[in-house]
């Protein structure tokens, strides 16, 4: 009697041991799952951090040449008006002369 109590303490210990095993089986199953979807989280981070650099190089190419053009640009409007400046001045220039000679003929 003694042999079977034992037997019977045994064989719940090894029940409760077998409970707990498979609660840690499926602990371990829906943490290999968890796993498995953070990765494919994890990689979808990555391809949107890819695109978005390449979206953002693409950006920055497009800044240097807008830059550029504008340095273009402000370089011929300073062409532009230095040239505009000196068409005013000779206009200028022949007006008074013309006025000279307007001057001298009605003398």
Not at 34 to 54: F, M, P, R, Y
Not at 87 to 103: A, F, G, H
Request: net charge negative; proline share 0%; with cysteine.
């Amino acid at each position: 009697a003694e042999l079977e109590t034992k037997n019977q303490s045994l064989e719940k210990k090894m029940k409760s041991l077998n409970d707990q095993l498979v609660e840690w089986a499926e602990i371990c199953e829906l943490s290999e799952e968890t796993n498995v979807g953070l990765e494919k989280v994890n990689k979808q981070i990555q391809n949107t951090v890819s695109i978005l650099q390449a979206e953002n190089d693409e950006a920055g190419k497009k800044e240097k040449k807008l830059i550029e053009e504008l340095e273009t640009l402000g370089t011929e409007n300073a062409e532009l008006k230095k040239t505009v400046a000196d068409q005013r001045r000779q206009t200028k220039r022949r007006n008074e002369e013309t006025d000279k000679q307007i001057e001298d003929l009605q003398r």
